[in-house]
Structures are given as structure tokens and as C-alpha cells.
């Protein structure tokens, strides 16, 4: 069967643009791997507006439920599959392929957000996940009691370190410029805590280890100077890659392999086409803002299907 729109990935852009899309009996294919994206690791979200505060896990929950809710004649969901390839066919519709099936859609929504991206150092490749990981939550109990490193100075990075405080004997949090992007308040009460040392205008340059992780090595972007740290525990928190690999060539991407879209209605650069949240190169990335963004493409997209296209 051709349905009428495709969302592919099911995070906050892609569980608010599924409602909205089932609620304007639009037949409608959700495809994602899991639900709940990237918050779904973080102990407690502070922002989700009409929340004062939910952990991660209960907040992809609640996404899930919400958009299971409707599954019917408008809304079919398809999980534990993943985007590999898309492609326009003669008549103007869309396949695409996963890695287990073919689907066809009139029209497309990409919602399939980011990864982390990870250190290209010495020992980085040698002691992934023997020491450098990337969710407190997940691995931070792993630590209990030991010295451990944060890198990145962002709002995750932040978290982390606040996240590892409860649990480790001290944080070191590395930063490479002088400023930090994560939130004042935050800072403020991370940088309060009497085991936490946050160092700004470093970089990493090497893991030292033998089976698991022992030390990190950093140099000062300012002297040059080398400095070695005893730590067990390493969290990068260093950016994002968009998932977008699957329309590299085929949709226009920006530098960072960020999907290009018009910001007024979400469009790609292919006619029937549209992204959202995360995987666009929008200026910011928030929860509410990929919701937002992938219900204003909805909008579009609907004007488009009623259109006849
Ligand atoms: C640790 C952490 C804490 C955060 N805390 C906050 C916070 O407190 N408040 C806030 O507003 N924001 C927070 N953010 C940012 C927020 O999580 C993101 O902005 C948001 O998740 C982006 O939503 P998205 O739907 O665009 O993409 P994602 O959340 O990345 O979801 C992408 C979805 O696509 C699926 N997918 C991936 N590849 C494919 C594929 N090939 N085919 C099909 N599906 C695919 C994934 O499984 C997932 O379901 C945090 C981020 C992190 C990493």
C-alpha cells in the first residue's frame, strides 16, 4: 500500500508530528528503531513545559503511550527497524527502504535526530566502553566511588558531572574554550560542589589504560602544557551527529550533515520531503522546539496531501 506520510524515528519530533498527523487522518507509517530519543538517558528533565520535572525514561514513555494510543485505520507503527535508504519513484511517490522492508508514501517526514559524537584520540577507539562512556545515568552506579572526567562544557556535559557527583569521589569536567554553553544556573550548582574542578581552555589528547581506562591526558589550549589526570571513568559529552546518513545525496545537507530545511514550513530541498527537531540544521535543539518544528511541518504536509500531492 502507498500511505500518505512516513515519519521515520520516533523521538519528540517524531512521537508529536505522529499525533497530530493520525488526529488529520493522514494514513500514516511510523518507523523507528525505539521511542523517546535522545532525553531518554538524563535523570530528570526540568523544562518540559506543563512538567516541573520528569526522568527521561518516563517521558519516552509517556510519549509512546500517547502515540500508541491512536494506532488504527490512520496510524500504523512499525519499531525495531531503521531507515537505510530513500528514493523517489516515477509517479512522485517515496520508497523507503529499511533494513528488513520497503515502504511506500506519498510523503515524507525525517525526525530522526542525532548520535554522539565521539573522540578521535589516542586510546579513544582502544577503551570505548572500558572506561569512556557516554550516559551517567546508565553508567555512572559503574563509578561509584572513583575519579572520573566529563568532557564538554554544554548543558549535557554539565548534567553529567551533576549526575556523577551523587555517586563519584570527584569530577574533573574539561572544557575547550574559555566560555561555557551550558545554562548559568546549572553551572552554578555544579561548580558549588566541593568535588567537582572544572578546567576551561583544555583538550583532551590521550587515554592512558591498561585493559580499562586509568588516565586521561589534556593540554592546555593557551601553554601547550601536558597534564595527566588518574581517572576511571571517562563521559564525553562533546556534540551530536545528525542521523542523516540514509539521504546523504539524496536531500541537501549542510556541513554538519544536517538536513537544510526552510525554517517556515520544514521543507527539504526535494518537493514531499520534510524534516525536523535534531536532524535539521535549525540553530537550536531542544525537547519542545523538535516537537514544535514537526507539528508546523504536519501543517505543511497536510495542505500538501489535500493539494493532491
Ligand atoms: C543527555 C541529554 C539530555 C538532554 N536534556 C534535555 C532537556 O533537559 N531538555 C530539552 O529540551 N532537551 C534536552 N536534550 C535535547 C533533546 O533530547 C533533543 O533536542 C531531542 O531529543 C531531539 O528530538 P528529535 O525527535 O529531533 O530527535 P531524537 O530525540 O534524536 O530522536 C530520534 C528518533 O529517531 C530514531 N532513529 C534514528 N535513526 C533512525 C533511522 N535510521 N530510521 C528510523 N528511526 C531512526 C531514534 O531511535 C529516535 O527514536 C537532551 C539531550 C541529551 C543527549
Redesign the pocket.
Known amino acids: 500500500m502507498t500511505y500518505d506520510l512516513i515519519i521515520?524515528?520516533?523521538?519528540?519530533?517524531?512521537?508529536?508530528a505522529t499525533i497530530y498527523s493520525a488526529r488529520k487522518q493522514l494514513k500514516t507509517l511510523l518507523?523507528?528503531?525505539?521511542?523517546?530519543?535522545?532525553?531518554?538517558?538524563?535523570s530528570?528533565?526540568?523544562?518540559?513545559i506543563g512538567t516541573k520535572a520528569i526522568s527521561?525514561t518516563n517521558l519516552a514513555r509517556s510519549m509512546e503511550e500517547h502515540v500508541r494510543s491512536y494506532v488504527g485505520e490512520y496510524l500504523t507503527i512499525v519499531t525495531k527497524?531503521?531507515?537505510?535508504k530513500l528514493s523517489k519513484n516515477e509517479d512522485g511517490t517515496f520508497s523507503l527502504s529499511?533494513d528488513k522492508n520497503i515502504y511506500m508514501s506519498r510523503s515524507i517526514l525525517i525526525?530522526?535526530?542525532?548520535?554522539?559524537r565521539k573522540l578521535s584520540i589516542p586510546g579513544a577507539d582502544t577503551f570505548e566502553n572500558k572506561g569512556i562512556v557516554y550516559?551517567?545515568s546508565c553508567d555512572g552506579p559503574l563509578f561509584s566511588g572513583q575519579d572520573v572526567a566529563v568532557i564538554g562544557g554544554g548543558?549535557?556535559g554539565f548534567?553529567?558531572a551533576m549526575q556523577l557527583l551523587a555517586y563519584c569521589k570527584h569530577v574533573t569536567l574539561l572544557n575547550r574554550s574559555a566560555s561555557f554553553k551550558a545554562d548559568a544556573v546549572t553551572i552554578k550548582h555544579v561548580a558549588s560542589n566541593p568535588h567537582m574542578t572544572i578546567l576551561a581552555e583544555v583538550e583532551p589528547i590521550a587515554i592512558i589504560g591498561e585493559k580499562f581506562v586509568t588516565g586521561l591526558t589534556y593540554k592546555s589550549t593557551k601553554t601547550g602544557e601536558e597534564t595527566t589526570i588518574p581517572v576511571t571513568g571517562i563521559f564525553v559529552?562533546i556534540g551530536?551527529i545528525p542521523?542523516s546518513?540514509?539521504v546523504d545525496g539524496f536531500v541537501n545537507l549542510d556541513k554538519y550533515k544536517r538536513i537544510i530545511v526552510d525554517h517556515r514550513t520544514q521543507r527539504t530541498s526535494i518537493n514531499g520531503i520534510w524534516a525536523?527537531?535534531?536532524?535539521?540544521d535549525g540553530l537550536y535543539?531542544?525537547?519542545?522546539?523538535?516537537?514544535g518544528?514537526?507539528i508546523k511541518a504536519i501543517e505543511n504536509i497536510y495542505l500538501y496531501i489535500k493539494a493532491g500531492g
Do not use: K, L, M
Open positions: 521515520i524515528g520516533a523521538g519528540p519530533a517524531g512521537c508529536g518507523i523507528t528503531p525505539s521511542f523517546g530519543g535522545q532525553s531518554d538517558v538524563s530528570e528533565i526540568y523544562n518540559w527521561g527497524e531503521s531507515a537505510t529499511t525526525t530522526a535526530g542525532s548520535g554522539r550516559c551517567a548543558n549535557a548534567e553529567t559529552e551530536q542521523n546518513a540514509f525536523a527537531g535534531d536532524i535539521t535543539h531542544q525537547n519542545n522546539i523538535s516537537v518544528d514537526a
